[in-house]
Structures are given as structure tokens and as C-alpha cells.
């Protein structure tokens, strides 16, 4: 897929790999619809424009239906087409699975597959009536593998895998595609709070030596969006943390 002149819908795209991802295609050439809970920073919105595309914004929690609802009301209102989706937008409330409250569980599932699904099932119909369209969810390594303390955002990420293929082979008939993307330790707010220590015993995991760059991830969104014969897979980007 030629990304000019195509409208791409990010997610959580207030910071980190949202806004780097959104930062990515505009510098492909897309026009930009961002999303966020609260709010997207000005000087974001400045740079997406500096590429010489369009940059709207709708707020919105993806956990919260009636706000999945008014969005999808939006986006109808703001772009004729839809031709790539990104759902970056996910949370993590961490803690040891016995020690863990049936709301924590409850929460990180209902944002990040729940909300996932919801929100992507409505652009879908959009984008089998255009009989085209790219979807691309962000996942995590967790959702392979498992962690310590993870035990929602676990199964949240795995469920994001599962629901991931199923697009991909119901949307093929229509030339809708859909990928994952795996990211492990990525340098983030999340990471920034780690002590040194941690870090470092970290990095001994990762053969690369090093947190990723949400840039990085960026980069293999917009790979994935321009490949028209890659669908269904999940792409792992952990600098080989997972080999």
C-alpha cells in the first residue's frame, strides 16, 4: 500500500510508540486521526503537521462502549475512508497473580482486548465496505510467553494475538489485512522508573544489549501497512530477548 494521501487512526497515541507510530506515517505521508483519553500535546500535533498532512484528534477510552460509540460517530464525521487502524491504546495495573484483584484482571482485559475488539469490529465494517484496509495491534511479548506479576496484561496481549489471526482470515476475502506487533522491552515512562540494577540485568537477556526505541517499533507499523501480502502474523521485535 502507497501510504500517501491515506487516513491512519492511532490509539493511545499521546506518547511513546502511539506518538512515534502517528510521527512515522505522517513522515510517509498519511493523514493523521489521533486518539487519546484526555489529551494529545500541541507540539505533537505541530510535528505531524510540519510533514505537510492533516492531523484531527478524538478523545475517547476505548475501555468505556459509549465512548467507543461516539468516536466511531466521529470518525465518520471527520474521514470518508479508513485505511489503516493502529491499536496502540492498552494498560498495565501489575501485581503477583495471588495478590491480584478480580478488578485489576478486570480492567487491563476490558482496555486492552476488550476494548480492542470493540473498537475494531466497528471499523471493520468500514473498511469491508471500501473493500480494503489494514489492521495492525500492538501486543507484547508477555502475550507469548507469560510474566512475573503479568497475569492480566498476559492474557490481555495473548488475547490480542488470537483476535489478530481471526481478522486476518476473515478480512482476507474482503483485502483487509491484519499483523500484530510484539514489542519487548521498550524505552518508556514504564522502563524510566527502573533503577539502574534492573536494567542492567535486564539488558544481560536481551543479546542486542539494549531497550528498543519506540521509534523502532514505529517503523514496523508502517512496513506492515505497506506490505499488501503479509497478514496474520505477529511481528516480535525484542532486539532477540525471546530467540
Known amino acids: 500500500m502507497d501510504l500517501t494521501g491515506k487516513t491512519v487512526f492511532v490509539t493511545g497515541s499521546s506518547r511513546g510508540i502511539g506518538a512515534q507510530t ?6 510517509a505521508g498519511s493523514n493523521l486521526i489521533l486518539n487519546a483519553r484526555h489529551e494529545i500535546p500541541a507540539e505533537l500535533i505541530e510535528q505531524i503537521k510540519s510533514y505537510q498532512v492533516e492531523c484531527q484528534v478524538i478523545l475517547g477510552d476505548i475501555s468505556d462502549s459509549a465512548a467507543i460509540k461516539k468516536m466511531l460517530s466521529e470518525l465518520k464525521e471527520k474521514a470518508t475512508n479508513i485505511d489503516v487502524l493502529i491499536n496502540n491504546a492498552g494498560i498495565t495495573k501489575d501485581k503477583l497473580m495471588i495478590g491480584m484483584k478480580d478488578e485489576d484482571f478486570r480492567q487491563v482485559i476490558d482496555t486492552n482486548l476488550i476494548g480492542t475488539f470493540s473498537l475494531t469490529r466497528g471499523i471493520l465494517k468500514r473498511m469491508y465496505r471500501q473493500r480494503a484496509g489494514v ?3 500492538l501486543a507484547s511479548i508477555v502475550g507469548v510467553h507469560g510474566n512475573i506479576g503479568q497475569a492480566n496484561y498476559a492474557a490481555s496481549k495473548a488475547g490480542v494475538i488470537g ?26 515512562s514504564m522502563t524510566d522508573v527502573l533503577s539502574d540494577k534492573v536494567k542492567e540485568q535486564i539488558k544481560q537477556q536481551i543479546p542486542l544489549g539494549r531497550f528498543g526505541l519506540p521509534e523502532e517499533v514505529a517503523q514496523a507499523a508502517v512496513f506492515l501497512a505497506q506490505n499488501d501480502y503479509i497478514t496474520g502474523e505477529v511481528l516480535t521485535i525484542d532486539g532477540g530477548m525471546t530467540i
Open 22 to 27: 502517528a510521527l512515522a506515517f505522517a513522515k
Open 163 to 188: 483476535l489478530t489471526k481471526t481478522i486476518a482470515q476473515e478480512g482476507a476475502m474482503r483485502h483487509v489485512r491484519c499483523n500484530a506487533i510484539a514489542p519487548g522491552m521498550i524505552k518508556s
Open 135 to 137: 489492521v495492525i495491534n
